[in-house]
């Protein structure tokens, strides 16, 4: 059937050893040679970009390098010093200010040479816990310089500007290590502190050993193997469970309890930055005999078990630290989101280079029952390059991590088995994924745990050290504008590797292929992730709507079939974005997470069932009028029609408005959410009471009130305890809100004021305004947000709700809209009828349906699913667009095609080429007025059984029966990922529908 299968070798699983091999195998540094870092150091004389790479180095390890070396030994924390990432993570804020300090970030500042033992609040300036538990945790200290919980002298503990026993502010934000408790209200001040002591040490390795890899001065590897050994000396007995999740603190475990220094998840950067940090300055630490004095003087004062010369150092880090990270990767105390704990395994095999154990650890990583990486590059990427978390940031981390691995291994060079550049398709996609998600060239949309509500980012792009990797292997422009994203297509920014003996070469090539793309924007549709953008041509001050169809699983939101607006360099719609906290806390199951709070419908009063995703069902994207079809699949039980069409219609260079139709059947009730970023709203036609008290969910039921339903994941209910300050009543149709957008981070420049309104023309019941708050975890978040509820009441209701998005600038450019009667409709389904009356006096008239038929509204006549007749102030007819339709009507006039789209059944696929997949179809591509030209940035669209949306766009048409979609790979997922020689399913198969969707426009 198919041509090929992806090409993977199968690997036999060693079965791994705890120890290091007899024989010590390494020999020098292997990531960052002698000769990379003598590169560096001329490099940086002669190439200013390098110059400040290696200034930049050299000031982030100045701190580190004027410490004694006794004092970087002892600095390092204990096993059982506290360690907990936050100061509380209950909303309560600072316990002088509370909540006023979530208005700066970050909440709490560590000065560590002058404030030890204290955390400042950053709004306030307050400083806890009050006693002195500098003095504290020293006391607690034992003969090995090891901080025993408990053990402390309990008489220093008392607030020290409160000495009096008899003062009622005696032991006021008095902290012994397991926090500061006031009622059910909790600080853990000194757990914060010790954690970021734990975090500064890290990083002061990564600080150390790149300044010693670009000044080649071992005064930096120095100081960083006095950290290394440190470490190595108590992270054995480093356990997350007891140390840190058993006592109420967290420090990312996923919920499961555990880690080492870190929760599982982080664990996998601490791996990251030591095993690569001593890997770097192996060269300089493998002969330093004044570190192994050191050592042994402090083994000695301080009763511990170093012996022995530099060799002896070096096998004590890589035993302790390096096979320790190892085997907990193995056993999970150190597992990531997909790619982080493989990377870590990665690094950590090649810094050890020892003949036994490194292709051991290294066959774990691709193993089916080790690391998986065959299982990620197939079943946890999608053919966007993005993964199956739905959080952008998160969905990124699988190719931001494997890249590294992938170049790891690259530039090792000894282990042959796999190439992930080689091996697996999905992969050359991780090199361009933004490109997937990016709107308006600027932009991407805050999609689950993503962002900060309303924050216009997200568009620059991937690490630039990334994107030029990717232009190193595959150097196609799509990698060239990846690396000009990621410099904001600033070439003073851009820079080469500085380990490179001529790193200038390859940016002369980049920034001229950069130059060849094509600045106009195009709509598209990433079906891999699930996401359609629509788009003007024009990226400054253009707009784009997006509507999100795919997964709600692994960092996701209740959010299927959700869309938003980007118009004025604004987000007009805001999701929440990130939540404040993660893990079970209410606001973010209640509120945050949510379909309560975003732009999408809710059905019988609970949030959305999570699930893989839903389907594109049509796309248009040829401006001026683009149109998607998704259907949103099984996101509630009762309910059999759950689609969203989205139409960005242009009516000048400078204006476009959305048309949006939603389509319901099931349940007993709909309620239609819309947002703006504003806290207040005008309203016409609208006739609402303010309710007193309360919250949507009722006038008794407070603000954050969980009342039908647990605080917790298992909670099923409204979320409406989270909207406040009400009003409810009927309206009168058409009616409009009207949000006046404010944005704190001051995107909106001076003399501008948009705005976002909103024409409703759908009978509902009920229609209620309130307003939510986003999370409280940036400045620059909207204080509060007004929401509309659109509600519908009934048994197994049928709904369509038909709304138009106005962003505009000072003034409206829409005059008025109206839903135009439906006189015939030959055919099934839900028909929306809309007149959009302008303001220089011309008028669109639409049609948009459920399903293909011959309907009539008003003078128009549509025979297909969508049609729209642009019409003079004179009444006479000077554009019109047809869409998967043969005949569209206005009076006189008549915009016709022969075919409303090209059909039939897929006859199979060749991928034997991963950057030509080609389909064989069984119906031929011929059309009187349709060339295979005019094929060529189409989608085809497959009515397949598989998980994932399966629209493909063409990129060029070989003969009547033959289509390339290019390097977009049909491979989904392994048959079976224990058993890789089972082989592939690819998300279409031969025999299924598909489709082509033709349009045709008149312009006079």
């Given at each position: 059937m198919w041509?090929?299968?992806v090409?993977f070798?199968?690997?036999m699983?060693?079965?791994?050893?705890?120890?290091l091999?007899t024989?010590?195998a390494k020999e020098?540094?292997?990531l960052?040679?002698?000769?990379m870092r003598?590169?560096?150091?001329?490099?940086a004389e002669?190439?200013?970009?390098?110059?400040?790479?290696?200034?930049?180095?050299?000031?982030?390890?100045?701190?580190?390098?004027?410490?004694?070396?006794?004092e970087l030994?002892?600095f390092v924390p204990s096993?059982d010093t506290?360690?907990?990432?936050?100061?509380?993570?209950?909303?309560i804020?600072c316990?002088?200010?509370?909540?006023?300090?979530?208005?700066?970030?970050?909440?709490?500042?560590?000065?560590f040479?002058n404030l030890?033992?204290?955390?400042k609040?950053?709004?306030?300036?307050?400083v806890?816990?009050?006693?002195?538990?500098?003095?504290?945790?020293?006391?607690?200290l034992?003969?090995?310089n090891?901080?025993?919980?408990?053990?402390?002298?309990?008489?220093l503990?008392?607030?020290?500007d409160h000495p009096?026993?008899?003062?009622?502010?005696?032991?006021?934000?008095v902290?012994?290590g397991?926090?500061?408790?006031?009622?059910d209200?909790?600080?853990d001040f000194a757990a914060?502190?010790?954690?970021?002591m734990w975090?500064?040490c890290?990083?002061?390795?990564?600080?150390l050993a790149?300044?010693?890899?670009?000044?080649?001065d071992?005064?930096?590897?120095h100081k960083?193997g006095?950290?290394?050994?440190?470490i190595?000396d108590?992270?054995?007995?480093?356990?997350y469970n007891p140390?840190?999740h058993r006592?109420g603190?967290c420090i990312?475990?996923?919920g499961?309890?555990?880690?080492?220094?870190?929760?599982?998840i982080w664990e996998?950067?601490?791996a990251d930055?030591?095993a690569l940090?001593?890997?770097?300055v192996y060269?300089?630490?493998k002969d330093d005999?004044?570190l192994a004095?050191?050592?042994?003087?402090?083994a000695?004062?301080h009763?511990?078990?170093?012996?022995?010369?530099?060799?002896a150092v070096?096998?004590?880090i890589?035993?302790n630290?390096l096979v320790?990270?190892?085997?907990?990767?193995?056993?999970r105390?150190?597992?990531?989101n997909?790619g982080?704990?493989q990377?870590?395994?990665?690094?950590?095999?090649i810094a050890?280079?020892?003949?036994?154990?490194t292709?051991?650890y290294l066959?774990?990583?691709?193993?089916?029952d080790g690391?998986?990486?065959?299982?990620v590059?197939?079943?946890v990427?999608c053919?966007d390059?993005?993964s199956?978390?739905?959080g952008?940031g998160?969905?990124?981390?699988p190719?931001r991590?494997l890249?590294?691995a992938a170049?790891?291994?690259?530039?090792?060079?000894?282990?042959q088995?796999?190439?992930?550049?080689?091996d697996?398709p999905?992969?050359?996609?991780c090199?361009t994924m933004?490109?997937a998600?990016r709107?308006?060239?600027q932009?991407?949309?805050k999609i689950g745990?993503?962002g900060?509500t309303?924050?216009w980012?997200g568009?620059?792009?991937l690490p630039?050290?990334?994107?030029?990797?990717?232009?190193?292997v595959?150097?196609?422009?799509a990698?060239?504008m990846a690396v000009g994203f990621?410099?904001s297509?600033?070439?003073t920014?851009?820079?080469g590797d500085i380990?490179?003996?001529?790193?200038?070469?390859?940016?002369?090539?980049?920034?001229?292929?950069?130059?060849?793309r094509?600045?106009?924007?195009?709509?598209?549709?990433?079906?891999g992730y699930g996401?359609?953008v629509l788009?003007?041509a024009k990226a400054?001050y253009?707009t784009?709507?997006?509507l999100?169809h795919?997964r709600?699983i692994?960092?996701g939101?209740?959010d299927r079939?959700?869309?938003g607006i980007?118009?004025e360099?604004v987000?007009?719609n805001p999701?929440?974005a990130?939540p404040?906290?993660?893990?079970?806390?209410p606001?973010?199951?209640?509120?945050v997470?949510h379909?309560?709070s975003?732009?999408?419908?809710?059905?019988?009063?609970k949030g959305?069932?999570?699930g893989w995703?839903?389907?594109?069902?049509?796309?248009?994207r040829?401006?001026?009028?683009?149109?998607i079809i998704a259907d949103?699949?099984?996101v509630?039980?009762?309910v059999?029609?759950?689609k969203?069409a989205?139409?960005?219609?242009?009516?000048s260079d400078?204006d476009?408005y959305?048309?949006d139709?939603f389509w319901v059947r099931?349940?007993?009730?709909?309620?239609?959410?819309?947002?703006g970023?504003?806290p207040?709203?005008t309203?016409t036609?609208?006739?609402?009471?303010r309710?007193?008290?309360g919250?949507?969910a009722?006038?008794?039921v407070?603000?954050?009130?969980?009342y039908?339903g647990p605080?917790?994941?298992d909670y099923?209910?409204s979320?409406?305890?989270?909207l406040?300050?009400?009003?409810?009543g009927?309206?009168?149709l058409?009616?409009?809100?009207?949000?006046d957008?404010?944005d704190k981070?001051?995107y909106i420049k001076a003399g501008k004021?948009?705005?976002?309104?909103?024409?409703?023309?759908?009978?509902?019941?009920?229609?209620?305004?309130a307003?939510?708050?986003p999370p409280?975890?940036?400045?620059g978040?909207?204080d509060s947000?007004r929401?509309?509820m659109?509600?519908?009441?009934?048994?197994?209701l049928?709904?369509?709700?038909?709304?138009?998005?106005?962003p505009y600038e000072?003034?409206?450019f829409i005059?008025n809209?109206m839903?135009?009667?439906v006189a015939?409709?030959?055919?099934?389904g839900?028909?929306?009828?809309?007149q959009?009356?302008l303001?220089?006096g011309r008028?669109?008239v639409?049609i948009l349906?459920?399903?293909?038929?011959?309907i009539?509204a008003?003078d128009?006549?549509l025979?297909g699913?969508?049609g729209l007749?642009?019409l003079n102030?004179?009444?006479?007819?000077?554009?019109?667009k047809?869409?998967?339709g043969t005949?569209l009507?206005?009076g006189?006039?008549a915009?016709?095609?022969?075919?409303a789209?090209?059909?039939?059944?897929?006859?199979?696929?060749d991928d034997s080429d991963?950057d030509d997949v080609v389909l064989?179809?069984?119906?031929?591509?011929?059309?009187q007025?349709?060339?295979?030209?005019?094929l060529?940035g189409r989608?085809?669209?497959?009515?397949?059984?598989?998980?994932?949306?399966a629209?493909y766009?063409i990129?060029?048409?070989?003969?009547?029966?033959?289509i390339?979609i290019g390097?977009?790979t049909?491979?989904?997922?392994?048959?079976d990922?224990?058993?890789?020689?089972k082989?592939?399913?690819?998300?279409v198969?031969?025999g299924?529908a598909?489709?082509i969707h033709l349009?045709t426009t008149?312009s006079?």
């Amino acid at each position: 059937m198919w041509r090929s299968e992806v090409r993977f070798v199968l690997i036999m699983v060693f079965t791994l050893t705890g120890g290091l091999s007899t024989v010590m195998a390494k020999e020098k540094s292997i990531l960052v040679t002698q000769e990379m870092r003598q590169n560096a150091v001329a490099n940086a004389e002669r190439f200013e970009w390098a110059e400040k790479q290696r200034d930049r180095a050299v000031v982030r390890a100045q701190r580190w390098l004027e410490k004694s070396d006794e004092e970087l030994w002892e600095f390092v924390p204990s096993p059982d010093t506290p360690r907990d990432a936050s100061v509380n993570r209950t909303g309560i804020g600072c316990p002088e200010c509370g909540k006023e300090q979530f208005t700066k970030q970050p909440y709490w500042l560590i000065d560590f040479e002058n404030l030890p033992w204290k955390v400042k609040c950053n709004n306030c300036g307050e400083v806890f816990p009050k006693n002195d538990f500098e003095a504290y945790y020293k006391s607690a200290l034992d003969e090995h310089n090891i901080y025993q919980e408990g053990a402390g002298d309990r008489s220093l503990l008392f607030n020290t500007d409160h000495p009096d026993p008899n003062d009622p502010l005696h032991m006021y934000a008095v902290d012994d290590g397991l926090g500061y408790k006031e009622d059910d209200k909790r600080w853990d001040f000194a757990a914060y502190y010790g954690y970021q002591m734990w975090m500064d040490c890290i990083h002061g390795v990564t600080a150390l050993a790149r300044a010693y890899s670009l000044t080649d001065d071992a005064a930096y590897a120095h100081k960083a193997g006095v950290i290394l050994a440190r470490i190595a000396d108590v992270y054995p007995d480093m356990d997350y469970n007891p140390q840190v999740h058993r006592k109420g603190f967290c420090i990312s475990c996923g919920g499961g309890g555990k880690g080492r220094i870190q929760g599982c998840i982080w664990e996998c950067f601490t791996a990251d930055e030591l095993a690569l940090g001593y890997d770097i300055v192996y060269d300089a630490i493998k002969d330093d005999q004044k570190l192994a004095d050191l050592l042994n003087r402090m083994a000695q004062e301080h009763k511990l078990a170093h012996s022995g010369g530099s060799a002896a150092v070096c096998k004590h880090i890589e035993q302790n630290l390096l096979v320790e990270f190892a085997i907990s990767v193995q056993d999970r105390r150190i597992h990531g989101n997909a790619g982080m704990h493989q990377r870590a395994m990665v690094g950590t095999a090649i810094a050890l280079d020892d003949l036994e154990l490194t292709p051991q650890y290294l066959d774990w990583v691709f193993a089916p029952d080790g690391g998986e990486v065959p299982t990620v590059l197939t079943d946890v990427i999608c053919r966007d390059g993005l993964s199956y978390e739905a959080g952008i940031g998160y969905c990124s981390l699988p190719g931001r991590s494997l890249y590294n691995a992938a170049d790891m291994l690259h530039r090792y060079g000894k282990y042959q088995r796999y190439d992930m550049y080689r091996d697996f398709p999905k992969f050359k996609k991780c090199f361009t994924m933004n490109q997937a998600v990016r709107m308006l060239d600027q932009v991407n949309p805050k999609i689950g745990d993503s962002g900060k509500t309303q924050n216009w980012s997200g568009g620059g792009g991937l690490p630039l050290a990334m994107s030029m990797t990717g232009y190193r292997v595959y150097g196609e422009l799509a990698n060239a504008m990846a690396v000009g994203f990621s410099c904001s297509w600033d070439s003073t920014y851009l820079a080469g590797d500085i380990y490179d003996a001529e790193p200038d070469a390859i940016l002369e090539r980049v920034k001229a292929d950069w130059e060849k793309r094509d600045r106009r924007l195009r709509s598209f549709n990433s079906g891999g992730y699930g996401l359609g953008v629509l788009q003007t041509a024009k990226a400054d001050y253009g707009t784009a709507a997006y509507l999100y169809h795919g997964r709600s699983i692994f960092h996701g939101h209740e959010d299927r079939l959700s869309f938003g607006i980007m118009s004025e360099q604004v987000v007009m719609n805001p999701d929440l974005a990130y939540p404040q906290y993660t893990g079970h806390w209410p606001k973010r199951v209640g509120w945050v997470s949510h379909t309560v709070s975003h732009n999408t419908v809710m059905v019988n009063d609970k949030g959305q069932k999570r699930g893989w995703g839903g389907k594109c069902e049509l796309f248009e994207r040829q401006g001026p009028v683009r149109l998607i079809i998704a259907d949103g699949g099984h996101v509630y039980d009762s309910v059999s029609t759950y689609k969203r069409a989205l139409s960005l219609i242009d009516v000048s260079d400078d204006d476009s408005y959305v048309l949006d139709v939603f389509w319901v059947r099931g349940g007993s009730n709909h309620r239609m959410i819309n947002n703006g970023a504003a806290p207040d709203v005008t309203c016409t036609n609208l006739a609402l009471e303010r309710q007193a008290t309360g919250t949507y969910a009722g006038p008794d039921v407070e603000l954050g009130q969980f009342y039908d339903g647990p605080e917790n994941w298992d909670y099923d209910g409204s979320g409406f305890m989270y909207l406040y300050d009400v009003e409810k009543g009927k309206a009168a149709l058409p009616f409009t809100i009207d949000w006046d957008l404010v944005d704190k981070r001051g995107y909106i420049k001076a003399g501008k004021d948009p705005h976002l309104r909103m024409y409703c023309l759908s009978e509902v019941d009920e229609v209620a305004i309130a307003s939510g708050d986003p999370p409280r975890n940036s400045p620059g978040n909207p204080d509060s947000l007004r929401y509309i509820m659109r509600s519908r009441f009934g048994d197994n209701l049928q709904t369509q709700f038909v709304t138009v998005h106005e962003p505009y600038e000072a003034e409206p450019f829409i005059n008025n809209v109206m839903a135009l009667p439906v006189a015939s409709h030959q055919g099934q389904g839900f028909v929306a009828a809309v007149q959009v009356e302008l303001a220089d006096g011309r008028r669109d008239v639409m049609i948009l349906a459920e399903q293909p038929g011959v309907i009539t509204a008003g003078d128009m006549t549509l025979d297909g699913r969508f049609g729209l007749v642009r019409l003079n102030p004179d009444g006479e007819v000077v554009f019109a667009k047809l869409v998967a339709g043969t005949s569209l009507r206005y009076g006189d006039f008549a915009l016709t095609q022969s075919l409303a789209a090209f059909t039939g059944e897929l006859v199979s696929a060749d991928d034997s080429d991963p950057d030509d997949v080609v389909l064989k179809l069984d119906q031929p591509l011929q059309d009187q007025g349709v060339s295979a030209q005019g094929l060529v940035g189409r989608y085809i669209i497959f009515d397949n059984a598989e998980r994932s949306d399966a629209s493909y766009e063409i990129m060029a048409v070989r003969d009547d029966n033959t289509i390339s979609i290019g390097d977009m790979t049909l491979i989904e997922r392994f048959v079976d990922p224990e058993q890789y020689d089972k082989g592939v399913v690819y998300n279409v198969v031969p025999g299924e529908a598909y489709a082509i969707h033709l349009s045709t426009t008149w312009s006079k």
